[in-house]
């Protein structure tokens, strides 16, 4: 699993903490310090407010010369779509999103938002408009509050305490001991992998993104868990153009498209009726 999520890990870092000054772009320098450095062009711009209209054009990666990882992936995503991938691991899906906020390059094809290729966007105003949530959120050693308020620094109290309750999080913040002021992470309490998960949730709401991507919590939770996140995220994706990275069939069934990735292409792609239908591997997955 390590080696699955690493990239998707350095999507949440980076994107989470370049807001962050000097301080974030310091963690970020660290972070990406293994990797070729993706710096702005001479003459790319400050991205405007996007809608979020996502196409993928003949896109081709491998991390090695040689071994293709994504091969000629062509998909457009209307702003406000729900689109989730779903195939086996492997098959390329993280890989995929990571190319939305450029942790990596396409070795082939181009990627545009609103039209506008995303090399032709300033880097740190394209990762502002994207949202990611994940249960490998990076919580540092603070108060929950403060692990809340950086999906926008600036938010005021009552924004945070809107945003938790949009996460369902009041619940569990009633139930610690110093409530917003708990300190969590190492040197704290430790959360749960559905907390973090509903940390992220609430980072994303302050953040209010056009551009969601979600990566579906991998580890087992409890039925009631899974449902108030669940209905966390739908809330979330509402208006947003959302990329959902999925693990299991049965909370994709409302995305209003599913690609079927299969070695680094697109097998199949439709709705989950369509799919159903169709008879081929998604229906067979789904049975
Ligand atoms: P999962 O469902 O397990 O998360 P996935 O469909 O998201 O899988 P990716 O994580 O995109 O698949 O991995 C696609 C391929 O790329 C795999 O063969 C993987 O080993 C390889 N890969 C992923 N990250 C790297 C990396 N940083 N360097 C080299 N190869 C990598």
Redesign the pocket.
């Known amino acids: ?1 390590g ?6 890990e350095k999507i949440a870092a980076v994107i989470e903490t370049y807001p962050r000054g000097i301080a974030g772009f310091r963690r970020y320098q660290e972070l990406l310090a293994t990797e070729p450095e993706i710096s702005d062009a001479p003459d790319a711009v400050e991205a405007p407010a996007l809608r979020g209209d996502i196409r993928f054009e003949n896109v081709g990666f491998s ?2 010369a040689g ?1 293709p ?2 091969d000629g992936i062509d998909l457009t995503v209307k702003a406000g779509e729900t689109v989730a ?1 779903v ?10 999103l ?1 190319l939305l906020p450029r942790f990596y390059e396409p070795t082939a094809g181009r990627i545009t938002v609103d039209g506008l290729p995303l090399p032709a966007l300033r880097l740190n105003s394209l990762r502002r408009q994207i949202g990611l949530v994940s249960q490998d959120v990076f919580l540092f050693g603070g108060t929950l509050r403060e692990n809340i308020g950086y999906g926008r620094l600036g938010a005021t109290d009552d924004e945070i305490r809107q945003a938790a309750a949009r996460a369902q999080l009041t619940q569990m913040i009633e139930g610690l001991p110093d409530g917003l002021d708990t300190v969590v992470g190492e040197r704290g309490v430790m959360l749960s992998g559905g907390q973090k998960q509903r940390v992220a949730i609430a980072r994303a709401f302050l953040k209010n993104p056009p551009i969601l991507i979600l990566d579906e919590a ?1 580890s087992a939770l409890d039925s009631q868990t899974e449902r108030e996140i669940q209905q966390a995220l739908d809330a979330l994706a509402v208006g947003r153009t959302t990329l959902v ?1 999925a ?1 299991r069939l049965g909370t994709i069934r409302n995305a209003h498209r599913i690609v079927v ?1 299969q070695a ?1 292409r697109i097998a199949e792609i439709g709705s989950h009726a369509d799919l159903i239908a169709k008879g081929g591997i998604y229906a067979g997955l789904a049975a």
């Open positions: 699993v080696v699955f999520y690493r990239p998707l991390y090695d071994r990882i994504l991938f195939g086996p691991s492997g098959a390329g899906k993280t890989t995929l990571a991998t990275i693990h990735m680094g």
